[in-house]
């Protein structure tokens, strides 16, 4: 992406002239000074693009759970530091089923949850949904990070108050409905830290898809919840599987429990099939 590309390329650009101008090779055993000095420019680029992304966000007050019109413009910063962040993570993220979902369209998009990494890598790999996650509010306590996921039109669901997921799931329709998002909400409620495949799922989050009259995009993610125990030393090999694209018309018949069996049923046998991939 532009901002990974821009702080390899000023890395380079630093280390050429630093080698240049400072004299720095008198003898071919010289050759690590240049590959040192590469690394640390990268490293001091990589710091002053996240500091400025963040920067951005100063200015940005929030007004309610969710924002009436959300901004083009820090979706793009956001875009680039969700790149940048798996980039640095040393994360390689793989899709099946890629082609099921048409990005032309807003959808909603339900998956399992599995680690704090999830929203992340999925965003990464379908930035043209404009995917914005309705997640809990604690959240959106988390300074200049919760400006970001406020001007893109995240929103926060207040697990205690269900009346605060009325407005919520109100707005997240339409915005699916008016094209300017796709909407993520993991129907687990909380991240799933046992041995359980999949949390039961909360049935009020199958009003979200009806209300917003689209397509449920059900996807399964693997091994993100290994990202953080293998840092900075290793890699980490995330799977993502598209599992079902579910048209309005296939579901709109049923009800929020019956979704939520169907929806269990797939994100289950999914996930299982996938319990073999390795980091």
């Given at each position: 992406?532009?901002?990974?590309?821009?702080?390899?390329?000023?890395?380079?650009?630093?280390?050429?002239?630093?080698?240049?101008?400072?004299?720095?090779?008198?003898?071919?055993?010289?050759?690590?000074?240049?590959?040192?000095?590469?690394?640390?420019?990268?490293?001091?680029?990589?710091?002053?693009?996240?500091?400025?992304?963040?920067?951005?966000?100063?200015?940005?007050?929030?007004?309610?759970?969710?924002?009436?019109?959300?901004?083009?413009?820090?979706?793009?910063?956001?875009?680039?530091?969700?790149?940048?962040?798996?980039?640095?993570?040393?994360?390689?993220?793989?899709?099946d089923n890629y082609e099921l979902i048409d990005q032309s369209k807003k959808v909603v998009v339900m998956a399992n949850h599995r680690s704090k990494f999830d929203p992340i890598v999925v965003?990464?790999?379908?930035?043209?949904?404009?995917?914005?996650w309705i997640a809990k509010r604690s959240l959106f306590k988390m300074p200049l990070v919760s400006k970001y996921m406020y001007k893109c039109g995240f929103s926060p669901l207040d697990r205690?108050?269900?009346?605060?997921?009325?407005?919520?799931?109100?707005?997240?329709?339409?915005?699916?409905?008016?094209?300017?998002?796709?909407?993520?909400?993991?129907?687990?409620?909380?991240?799933?830290?046992?041995?359980?495949?999949?949390?039961?799922?909360?049935?009020?989050?199958?009003?979200?898809?009806?209300?917003?009259?689209?397509?449920?995009?059900?996807?399964?993610?693997?091994?993100?919840?290994?990202?953080?125990?293998?840092?900075?030393?290793?890699?980490?090999?995330?799977?993502i599987k598209v599992c079902k694209v579910l048209k309005y018309e296939e579901y709109k018949d049923k009800s929020s429990f019956e979704i939520d069996e169907m929806v269990y049923n797939i994100?289950?046998?999914?996930?299982?099939?996938?319990?073999?991939?390795?980091?």
């Open positions: 992406m532009v901002l990974v590309f821009f702080d390899y390329l000023a890395a380079v650009i630093c280390t050429i002239v630093t080698s240049i101008f400072a004299n720095i090779i008198h003898n071919w055993y010289d050759f690590y000074i240049p590959i040192l000095l590469l690394i640390a420019f990268l490293l001091g680029w990589f710091a002053f693009s996240l500091m400025c992304v963040l920067l951005l966000a100063l200015p940005v007050k929030i007004k309610g759970d969710y924002i009436e019109k959300p901004s083009s413009f820090y979706r793009f910063f956001f875009d680039q530091t969700v790149f940048f962040l798996c980039h640095l993570g040393r994360v390689k993220v793989s899709v965003n990464m790999k379908f930035p043209k949904l404009k995917l914005a205690e108050n269900p009346r605060q997921a009325v407005p919520v799931f109100k707005k997240s329709a339409e915005f699916v409905k008016s094209g300017k998002l796709s909407i993520g909400i993991y129907p687990e409620g909380t991240r799933n830290t046992t041995s359980e495949p999949i949390l039961p799922l909360k049935a009020g989050a199958m009003n979200l898809p009806l209300k917003s009259e689209s397509d449920l995009v059900i996807i399964v993610t693997k091994n993100t919840e290994q990202i953080a125990k293998r840092w900075p030393l290793k890699s980490t090999k995330v799977k994100l289950k046998e999914n996930y299982l099939g996938l319990k073999e991939y390795k980091a």
